[in-house]
């Protein structure tokens, strides 16, 4: 069974671990709540950190010519600087995985803050709190979500993918051991495939390393193409083909009625009637069975914890909805 790094995911306080909300609330969220078993959570407030307080008048994102800025309205108080000062230092966080920040915020949203005109309520637009566009500044490769867009299945899973693959990166990367990037390319192969195949290809290349480069250069290039992979989240039509490739390891050993159950269970994922996971479950029956070590050490096939399923959280959420994925330009 394979052992899962511990990601570290920077959270807002509010959200479970305080009550700093400007009215001294606190929100209770299941899913962080589930997430603690697994996680190792770096609570912060950003307001409550440049000492605005608990309860504090509340701030808001103000649009003036020079730019944005977060100002206490009843007091036009302008802490721009203070936050940005604070974020400046706060987010030097060695091997942080992920983010997850309160939404509407207009320190933390994540594109669903509100941006006012100077001296009106009307508000100019919506975007990222000042806290989270310094975040997204630094780590704009990482996972950055706000809890109410992991409310979301499919954003939720890749979500969880991508902290957990991360969270192994950054073990591997620690070692300076060309043997363990290999091993850990070699886990990977097959999840790496479902999310983005030209980043796989040239991810291949790296660990061959036909030039020689020594390993911290080795490492470092692999970062890049290996977080540009994990923008994508896995589609339909690239699993389909990981499915393909793996029906090829047991094309000798199957009866000709379990491939075709198993073909047609396939078009029924394409067709989107077939749950991912049914397709998961049988290709790990067939690996216990034959004892196929290369497929047993398979990111592609346990990304996460099965504790921390979606369909434990979110059951009420259609199949439809599984692979919806937020990122059409890197389709």
Not at 84 to 97: C, G, K
Not at 167 to 173: C, G
Request: aromatic fraction near 12%.
């Amino acid at each position: 069974m394979r052992q899962f790094e511990r990601p570290k995911v920077v959270i807002s306080k509010c959200l479970g671990f305080e009550h700093c909300r400007y009215d001294g609330s606190i929100i209770e969220s299941p899913l962080v709540t589930k997430l603690k078993d697994f996680v190792d959570f770096i609570p912060v407030c950003p307001e409550v950190e440049i000492g605005l307080g608990v309860p504090r008048r509340p701030i808001h994102i103000v649009l003036l010519k020079e730019g944005m800025h977060l100002i206490q309205s009843e007091t036009e108080k302008d802490v721009t600087a203070d936050l940005v000062s604070f974020a400046e230092t706060f987010l030097n966080i060695r091997d942080v995985a992920g983010f997850i920040l309160k939404a509407k915020s207009p320190s933390c949203g994540v594109g669903d803050a509100k941006i006012y005109v100077p001296q009106s309520k009307k508000v100019a637009q919506k975007g990222n709190g000042l806290f989270a566009q310094q975040i997204i500044n630094k780590y704009g490769y990482l996972a950055i979500e706000s809890e109410r867009r992991l409310e979301n299945r499919a954003i939720y899973e890749h979500f969880l993918s991508k902290i957990f693959a991360t969270a192994d990166f950054w073990a591997a990367k620690h070692t300076l051991s060309m043997k363990k990037l290999i091993d850990f390319h070699t886990r990977y192969k097959l999840f790496l495939m479902a999310h983005h195949q030209s980043a796989t290809k040239e991810l291949g290349k790296i660990v061959a390393n036909p030039h020689g480069k020594d390993t911290e250069t080795v490492f470092a290039e692999y970062e890049v193409h290996f977080f540009r992979a994990l923008r994508r989240a896995m589609n339909r039509r690239l699993a389909i083909n990981v499915f393909y490739h793996v029906l090829g390891y047991f094309k000798d050993k199957l009866a000709h009625s379990e491939k075709g159950l198993f073909m047609n269970l396939l078009e029924g994922f394409r067709r989107g009637t077939v749950a991912f996971p049914v397709l998961v479950n049988i290709v790990r029956v067939w690996i216990a069975r034959f004892n196929e070590p290369y497929l047993a050490q398979q990111v592609f096939f346990s990304p996460y914890p099965l504790e921390l399923s979606p369909q434990e959280i979110y059951d009420t959420i259609p199949e439809s909805d599984y692979w919806n994925r937020l990122f059409p330009e890197e389709r």
